[in-house]
Every structure is written in C-alpha cells, then in structure tokens.
C-alpha cells in the first residue's frame, strides 16, 4: 500500500466518522453507550484494530524526516494505545465510560476528527 493510499483512507475515513457525529449525535452516543457496556464485543474490536495497526506498522516504518513520518508515528502510537487496551480491559472500559459521558469530549472529539480528516486530505493533496 502506498503512502497516498494510506492518506486517502484514513482521510475518508475520518471525513465519515466526523460527519456521522456531527449529524448523528443521539444514535452516536447510543452505539457508544452500548458498545461500552458490552466487555466481548469491546475486546474483539480491540483485537482487530490491534491487528490492523500491527499490519500497518509492519508494512510502513519509515523513520525519514519528510511527511510519511506522520504515518509511522500514528501507526506507533496507535499500536501502543491498543496494546494498553488489551492488557488492561477493566481500566480502560471504565475510562471509555467516564469520557462518553462528557458532553464537552464528544464536541471536542468531532472536531478534532474532522481536523485530521483536513490534514489528510492536505497531505494526500502534496503528495
């Protein structure tokens, strides 16, 4: 996969999920409401995200100084964001708890998504 293709993904991606919360805010917050109350499907999620992450970092580790870092170091810190969700289940569906329950981290979350969805697409747009 080249780097433009990870760009382009990863911007549509968070152009979509921006947007459905925008639009969407009461049936968003009920799927998180329920995603969060249900330990099997929260770890099974994990599982795959990790895996995908894993596959990223393996196939796009490129530590030059040019914009491609950008990918590596998200793939990285991704990677070890999910690790820590694994090997702390309980802990991290309690904070997943905590934070849906804040109105001010919901507004929050929706613009900083469609923020990186614009620095993707300025990205994918350079290169």
Do not use: C, R
């Not at 690790?83 to 934070?99: E, S």
């Amino acid at each position: 996969m080249s780097d433009v293709q990870i760009f382009q993904i990863f911007g549509f991606m968070l152009l979509f999920i921006g947007l459905s919360t925008l639009l969407n805010k009461d049936t968003y917050k009920k799927m998180m409401d329920d995603f969060a109350s249900s330990y099997w499907l929260y770890f099974l999620t994990w599982i795959l995200i990790f895996l995908l992450w894993f596959i990223m970092v393996s196939f796009h580790n490129i530590w030059e100084w040019e914009m491609w870092l950008i990918i590596t170091l998200l793939g990285w810190m991704s990677l070890t964001k999910w690790m820590v969700m694994i090997v702390f289940p309980d802990w991290t569906m309690d904070v997943t708890k905590k934070v849906m329950g804040i109105e001010k981290f919901i507004t929050a979350y929706k613009y900083l998504v469609i923020s990186l969805w614009l620095i993707f697409l300025i990205l994918w747009y350079l290169s």
